[in-house]
C-alpha cells in the first residue's frame, strides 16, 4: 500500500478515537486534537517531533490511538533507546495524570499509580513492536550484505580460476608452441642456406619469414595470457618423461643423453622435468646454432632433477622474437614444487640449465 494511504488511515482512526472520547469539547481541546491527529502525516521524516506534540493530547483528552502511532514511528525509526525509553514514560505520565489537577486522597493516589502502572505496559507495547520491526530490517539488510559479499566473492573465486588458466595456458603455449615453430624457423633458414636453386630459396624463405611473424605474434599472446594469475591449472594432454626421446630425436641438435631417473616420479615433476629440457633445447636453437647438447638426468636420493649443458656455438644466431618468459616460467615451475633452478653462461662459451625437485615434493 502506498504510504500515504496508510498515514490518511492512521489519521482517520485517531480522529474517530478522539471523537468516541470526546463531549462537547472546548475550543482548547478541539486545538490539542487537531494537532494530535494532524501531526501523524508528519510522523516518518519527524517521528521524534510527533511523539513530542502527542503529549499535550495525552494530557488533556483521552486519547489511545494517535501516541501509540507515534510511539511505534518513534520505535520503528530511532536507534536512540534512551530517548525512546524517556519518551515512553512521559507518554504513559501524561494519560495516567488527570488534568485538570486536583487534589487526590490516599486512595486516589494509589489507584493512579495503578493506572499508571497499566497505561505503561500499554505503551511498551508499541515500543517492542517497533524495535522489532526495526531488528528484522536491519537483519534483512545484513543478510542481503552477506548475500552480495558471497556473489562478490564467487565472482573473485572465478576471476581467479580465470586467471590461473590464463597463466597456465601461457606458459604451455610459450612451451609448446615456440618450440615448435622456432624448430621450423630454424629448418627453414639452413634449407635457405643449402638449397641450390631460387625456387626453394624463396619458398625457404618464406616458411621463415612466417615463422618469425607467427613467433613475433605468440610473444604478444603470452604476454596479454600472462597479465594475471599465478599457478594453474592442468591442461590435458601433458607431456611426460615417455616423451623426452620424441622430444631430443625432433629437436634438430646433436644431443647426448646421460643417466637415468626414477620410474615412479609423480606427473607434475615429470611434466616439470620435461618442460625444462624443452626449453633448454629452444634456447639451444635460437642463441646457440650449431651447439652441442648433453642432457643429464641424475637421481641423488633426497633430490632428482635434470641438466641441460650446451657448447658455444659454431654460427651466427637466427635473430627470432621472444617473449623472455621461458626461463622465468621455469623458475615458477620449480617454486612450485620447491625446487631449484640455476642457469647461467659457461666460461667456454657454453650455457647451463639445472631443474632439481626434491623428493618430498614427487
Keep these: ?5 496508510i498515514d490518511c488511515a492512521l489519521v482517520a482512526v485517531s480522529v474517530f478515537d478522539v471523537w468516541w472520547n470526546l463531549e462537547e ?13 494532524g501531526c501523524l502525516f508528519f510522523r516518518r521524516r519527524f517521528p521524534i517531533t510527533v511523539t513530542v506534540l502527542t503529549l499535550p493530547g ?41 488534568w485538570p489537577p486536583t487534589d487526590l486522597d490516599a486512595s486516589d493516589r494509589t489507584w493512579t499509580l495503578v493506572y499508571f502502572g497499566y497505561v505503561l505496559c500499554m505503551v511498551l507495547a508499541p515500543v517492542l513492536v517497533g524495535q522489532l520491526v ?33 597463466t597456465q595456458l601461457a606458459r604451455e603455449m610459450h612451451d609448446v608452441v615456440s618450440h615448435q615453430v622456432s624448430l621450423i624457423a630454424v629448418q627453414a633458414g639452413a634449407l635457405q642456406v643449402s638449397a641450390k636453386d631460387s625456387g626453394t630459396q624463396d619458398a625457404a624463405r618464406t616458411i621463415r619469414s612466417l615463422s618469425v611473424d607467427t613467433l613475433d605474434e605468440l ?6 595470457l600472462r597479465a594475471s594469475g599465478s599457478s594453474g591449472t592442468e591442461l ?50 635460437k642463441h646457440a ?48 614444487l620447491d625446487g631449484t633452478f640455476v642457469s647461467g653462461p659457461l666460461p667456454d662459451g657454453g650455457y647451463r640449465i639445472s631443474f632439481g625437485i626434491p623428493a618430498r615434493a614427487d
Excluded: K
Aim: proline content about 6%; glycine content about 4%.
Design 236 to 285: 590435458t594432454p601433458q607431456p611426460t618423461l615417455a616423451d623426452l626421446r620424441q622430444l631430443i630425436a625432433g629437436s634438430g641438435i646433436e644431443t647426448t643423453v646421460t643417466g637415468d631417473l626414477p620410474a615412479d616420479i609423480a606427473t607434475p615433476a615429470q611434466r616439470a622435468l620435461y618442460r625444462a629440457v624443452q626449453e633448454a633445447l629452444t634456447n639451444v636453437r
Design 58 to 98: 495525552s494530557l488533556f483528552l483521552d486519547v489511545v490511538a494517535a501516541p501509540v502511532i507515534a510511539l511505534f514511528t518513534l520505535a520503528e525509526r530511532t536507534r536512540n533507546r534512551r530517548l525512546l525509553a524517556v519518551l515512553a514514560l512521559l507518554s504513559a505520565l501524561a494519560s495516567s495524570i488527570t
Design 1 to 5: 500500500m502506498p504510504a500515504w494511504l
Design 134 to 166: 526495526q531488528a528484522r530490517r536491519d537483519l534483512s539488510h545484513q543478510l542481503d550484505e552477506i548475500e552480495e559479499a558471497r556473489e562478490h566473492e564467487r565472482a573473485l573465486h572465478a576471476q581467479a580460476a580465470v586467471a590461473r588458466e590464463r
Design 289 to 336: 646454432p650449431g651447439a652441442r647438447a648433453t642432457v643429464d638426468l641424475w637421481d641423488r636420493g633426497d633430490e632428482f632433477g635434470v641438466t641441460v649443458t650446451n657448447t658455444a656455438p659454431t654460427r651466427p644466431s637466427l635473430t627470432l622474437p621472444s617473449a623472455h618468459q621461458g626461463l622465468v616460467g621455469l623458475r615458477e615451475r620449480a617454486e612450485l
Design 25 to 37: 469539547p472546548s475550543t482548547l481541546e478541539q486545538a490539542v486534537a487537531a494537532l494530535t491527529c
Design 219 to 224: 610473444r604478444h599472446m603470452v604476454s596479454l
